[in-house]
């Protein structure tokens, strides 16, 4: 069997033709018989892409050799091309949707003006001399969290990254402006960005995790302060760093422990909510809890086999 990886990465950096390279990335992901989802802007690219161990290789040397991206760091994980139904390289106004370009400024060394960096170690540094003081606040979706967070973290009541410019506006969490602030992603690129929207308004301690809940858990498992498992966009749903993470999520109609969402069986739903397998599979349990889709739910007919 042919052995597959899934890479997840970003740079930022100045991109002076983002059509360019968007089109030498789409050329040379099909060429390698990739697939997976990249964006460029401006302001740099960021993508996840997956498929054979020789053509991922390939792909890394062959993407640093653009200028801006020599030394962009790559985030390995276990998984194929088989995790993304397609091929997906699009040019975009932000390489993470905040819509917060005009407030965006980066250079040949990534964002200018964000949170300062911290490694995995130094963030177990940071929370050991200084305790409670310190506080963990999730750069993802709400959703995300449900099933893995920080210790004690902070997680906006967000559905999307568009919705952070409000919530940091909206003088939720002024009390922590003058607290060490440690923001995490997944994998680092929305911290970039969330990082410096929070100096920008006032918040005078910030951090981000470098390399994100990815290079943490790479490096401390479950034997640190991260909880649970990570949510991940692409048909793996979520991964753990050890057998013995904890199961955080619980199916929203029985309680039982899950960590898998699914789709409600409405399909004029978008809702993806926690169901265990059993709930899952019902017709009558399938649905996201709304009373509209309870509805859709009851009346709902099995297309035949």
């Known amino acids: ?14 991109v002076a033709d983002p059509t360019a390279v968007m089109l030498w990335q789409r050329t040379l992901c099909g060429s390698l018989g990739l697939r997976g989802r990249i964006i460029i802007s401006r302001h740099g690219i960021n993508g996840t892409v997956g498929g054979d161990l020789a053509a991922v290789k390939t792909y890394i040397r062959r993407t640093r050799e653009y200028p801006g991206f020599h030394d962009m760091e790559f985030k390995w994980s276990a998984g194929s091309a088989d995790d993304f139904p397609k091929l997906s390289v699009k040019v975009r106004e932000e390489i993470v949707t905040f819509g917060a370009a005009v407030d965006l400024e980066v250079d040949e060394d990534g964002v200018v003006g964000g949170g ?8 177990n540094d940071l929370v050991a001399a200084r305790g409670d003081e310190v506080v963990f606040f999730d750069g993802r979706n709400a959703m995300e969290a449900q099933i893995g967070h920080f210790r004690n973290a902070v997680v906006p009541d967000v559905s999307t990254t568009r919705d952070f410019l409000g919530e940091l506006d909206s003088g939720r969490y002024d009390d922590l402006r003058d607290r060490p602030v440690v923001t995490y992603c997944t994998g680092g690129v929305r911290c970039e960005v969330l990082s410096k929207l929070m100096v920008d308004r006032g918040f005078s301690e910030v951090y981000q995790l470098d390399g994100g809940i990815v290079r943490y858990g790479e490096q401390f498992g479950d034997d640190g302060l991260w909880e649970g498992s990570l949510y991940v966009f692409d048909r793996r749903m979520h991964l753990e760093f050890s057998p013995d993470a904890a199961r955080l999520g619980h199916c929203i109609h029985c309680g039982t422990p899950t960590d898998t ?9 978008r809702d993806m909510v926690l169901l265990c397998d059993d709930c ?3 017709p009558t349990t399938a649905h996201c809890g709304r009373d509209r889709c309870a509805t859709v739910a009851a009346h709902f007919v099995p297309s035949e086999p």
Do not use: K, Q
């Open 280 to 282: 899952a599979s019902s």
């Open 1 to 14: 069997m042919t052995e597959s990886r899934i890479l997840l990465y970003y740079r930022f950096t100045p």
């Open 116 to 123: 300062v960096h911290l490694s995995p170690a130094e963030v």
């Open 261 to 269: 969402f699914h789709n409600c069986i409405n399909g004029d739903c």
